[in-house]
Structures are given as C-alpha cells and as structure tokens.
C-alpha cells in the first residue's frame, strides 16, 4: 500500500497538518464547506501520484484547488459558505454568538468581492509571499498588491472598520 512507503508517511503528515488550511482557502474563495473538502479532496488525489517532485506543495496545492473550485463554480452562482450549524442560544455565550455573527458577515462580505479579489484574500499572507499568490494565480505582483490593497478597503468600509481597527470598537 501506498500510505505504507516513506513517501506516503510524508504524504499523510502533510495531508493532516495543511487538510484544514486548505479547506478555509476554498471556503474563502465561495466554496461551502462541503464542496469546499470535496474540492481539496480532488487536489490531494491530484498530488499523490507525483508528490515527490512537487517543490512548494503548500503553493501547488492551493493552485490546483483554485482551479478546481473555479471549474465548479462553472454554471453556478457563487454561495456563501456557512460552516456553523445552528443551536440554541443558552449552548453558546454572547461572546460566542457576537463572534459567529462576525464570521458570518466577513464571509458573506468577502464573497460579495470581485473574483480576483477574492481569490487574493483566499491566500493567508503568513504563509505564501506576494510572488508565490501571483504565480499561482497566473498573474504579477502589482496585480496582487492591488487586488489585496482595494478588497481590503472595501471589506473595512462594508463592516464599518476604521483604518487600523480590527474588530469594528
């Protein structure tokens, strides 16, 4: 088997420490949860046959579920992903419910950006320079810096964040 080799042991380390990450990415891009890991799924499999030569995996795999995720979003309205299941309000405190109500507006802020836009924010800026974003979105720099410079302007003036404020007080 497989997962049985050193290259699958490297492999199903991997899978386990980035699996979440990437699913939040393809959430951020407008996925819903459910199609969100269907999607990573679809870029794992795409991976293992040829995981040794792959150089930066984060980057590559992150790559490959944009693209996935945009072929299918094909034919379909993007939806806002949702990965909170309602219970009754006594399970949670108000902290809690204030902090699902954030959530819930920057997802839906965020899958109201322009497409490019959005698949910038996707990127988590601690783990992928602005060069790498751009190659794997097949696009330059400037075009990053740009694209993360006015979604971010337009994410604080829709959930009325002041410049340097970060949750709205």
């Known amino acids: 088997m497989v997962l049985e ?6 492999f199903t380390h991997f ?24 999607v990573v799924q679809e870029a794992f499999i795409a991976a293992l046959p040829q995981w040794d030569a792959i150089a930066n995996k984060k980057a590559w795999l992150r790559t490959v579920c944009t693209r996935v ?12 992903a949702s990965d909170e299941v309602d219970s009754p ?19 839906e802020a965020i899958a109201r ?11 988590d800026p601690e783990e992928s320079t602005v ?3 751009a190659a794997a979105l097949g ?21 009325g964040l002041k410049e340097g404020d970060r949750d709205g007080h």
């Open 89 to 107: 309000l006594d399970d949670r405190s108000v902290e809690q419910v204030e902090y699902r109500d954030m959530q819930r507006r920057v997802r």
């Open 69 to 80: 995720h945009v072929r299918y979003g094909r034919g379909r309205r993007q939806q806002i």
């Open 5 to 10: 080799t050193a290259h699958g042991a490297d």
């Open 113 to 123: 950006l322009p497409r490019a836009q959005r698949e910038v924010m996707a990127w």
């Open 15 to 38: 899978y386990r420490e980035n699996v979440g990450r990437l699913i939040a990415h393809v959430m951020k891009l407008g996925s819903p949860y459910e199609e969100a890991a269907d």
């Open 131 to 133: 060069a790498e974003i």
């Open 139 to 159: 696009t330059t720099v400037a075009a990053v810096k740009t694209n993360r410079s006015r979604a971010r302007a337009r994410l604080k003036a829709e959930l």
